[in-house]
């Protein structure tokens, strides 16, 4: 059975820091696809990216970046330069290929960006 | 605007009397679900609609029920709600039930069952 595991709960910083929010999945399934979701203060959650598990390449967007690696089960997701905007729950989140769309998520890890 | 409209955004009501959550999306989305989100958890599903008419059991239907009669919407049931099901509830809609399609997601509706 599909599992998604963010082992860190909540992670504190200040402005300007880096900060890396860990994933750790478990599928047998050799098609399968991640996601990360963002969900701020006031609740709505929004998607940040897709990731296939064919493709193990690094994504950067902005500041924003996400380390996939199959040999570890991790999909990391790094945000350069916090800023308080960046205050949310986070979440990833697995959809293995015969899932009819369903979404395994993290248990969520709350990033709180002090000014 | 593409969007997933749900509504009430919270309730506070008793056990017992049934209530239903509505869903609505506008962007002709083939695929709907319904999540409930509690702390130390994330989110879960609970039933998932793949098109009009077609309904299934996610990870956590008991006590709950849907209905898909048109594309657009996709109502969550509870006939005789208790304190248990007092959480955060998500519908979801995306264009197909593949699962490489992002979900988009409503903002959310948080019931309290007393």
């Known amino acids: 059975a599909q599992k998604v595991t963010q082992a860190q709960t909540e992670i504190s910083v200040v402005e300007k820091e880096d900060v890396t929010l860990d994933c750790v999945y478990e599928?047998?399934?050799?098609?399968?696809?991640l996601f990360w979701y963002k969900q701020p203060p006031s609740g709505e959650l929004v998607f940040l990216i897709r990731?296939?598990?064919?493709?193990?390449q690094n994504e950067i967007s902005g500041r924003y970046s996400w380390n996939f690696q199959k040999s570890t089960s991790s999909f990391n997701f790094t945000i350069t330069a916090s800023q308080v905007v960046d205050s949310a729950v986070y979440f990833c989140?697995?959809?293995?290929?015969?899932?009819?769309?369903?979404?395994?998520f993290g248990q969520g890890t709350i990033l709180t960006v002090h000014p | 605007e593409a969007q997933v409209t749900q509504n009430p955004r919270y309730l506070i009501t008793v056990t017992g009397k049934k209530l239903t959550v509505t869903c609505s999306q506008n962007?002709?989305?083939?695929?709907m679900s319904w999540y409930r989100q509690d702390p130390g958890l994330g989110l879960r599903q609970i039933y998932y609609?793949?098109?009009?008419?077609?309904?299934d059991k996610g990870d956590v239907p008991e006590g709950y029920k849907v209905s898909r009669k048109e594309k657009r919407n996709f109502p969550l049931i509870l006939e005789s709600p208790s304190p248990n099901q007092t959480s955060l509830y998500f519908c979801?809609?995306?264009?197909?039930?593949?699962?490489?399609?992002?979900?988009?997601f409503g903002d959310g509706t948080r019931l309290s069952i007393l």
């Open positions: 979801a809609s995306s264009r197909t039930g593949q699962p490489n399609q992002p979900q988009h």
């Open positions: 599928t047998r399934d050799t098609t399968y696809y």
């Open positions: 990731r296939n598990s064919f493709d193990e």
């Open positions: 989140a697995l959809s293995e290929g015969g899932s009819y769309g369903k979404l395994t």
């Open positions: 962007m002709n989305h083939e695929y």
């Open positions: 609609s793949m098109n009009v008419e077609v309904t």
